[in-house]
């Protein structure tokens, strides 16, 4: 690659980082609103978000993506499901073995604190044409490549429900 396209390919890849930066900041803004009304724990959240990345969890597998021990996520476990956020069932294949989710509360509480985020990301999509819409599908495609190609994941390891 020449020297000419090398500082092109530099400024665009800082102007996107600025772009992603000033975008973050849009999100996190939005996002913190129900954030700091909750009356949950940061623990807590952690499951929770963990729960609605991954789905229905294994407790020991939760326990190490939070980075707790078994006992500390027990007593996560227990006042959530107290809450009805959660709930705890034996896994079909290992009755020894028990596994966590969202209950409909739960995902509800977590759409809510992502949900005015989205709808205002929505409302700006719509605003734009169909070929900036094209144009933004596509790039935004190559980066999820790339991005599920360096972190060593295939598209299919990267659930998002």
Wanted: proline share 2%.
């Amino acid at each position: 690659m020449d020297s000419g396209a090398s500082d092109a390919k530099s400024q665009l890849i800082e102007r996107l980082q600025e772009l992603e930066a000033r975008q973050l900041r849009l999100f996190v803004r939005d996002r913190s609103l129900p954030l700091l009304s909750t009356t949950l724990t940061i623990q807590q959240l952690k499951v929770l978000v963990a729960l609605a990345i991954d789905g229905n969890t294994p407790t020991h597998e939760l326990a190490e993506r939070i980075g707790v021990s078994m006992a500390t996520l027990t007593g996560i476990v227990d006042r959530l499901a107290a809450r009805s956020l959660v709930l705890r069932r034996e896994d079909p294949a290992d009755r020894r073995v028990r596994r966590v989710d969202l209950t409909e509360e739960g995902r509800g509480l977590i759409d809510d604190m992502w949900g005015t985020s989205r709808q205002r990301t929505e409302a700006a999509l719509r605003s734009l044409d169909v070929e900036t819409l094209r144009g933004l599908v596509q790039g935004a495609e190559a980066l999820y490549q790339a991005l599920a190609g360096s972190a060593g994941a295939t598209p299919t390891d990267m659930r998002r429900k």
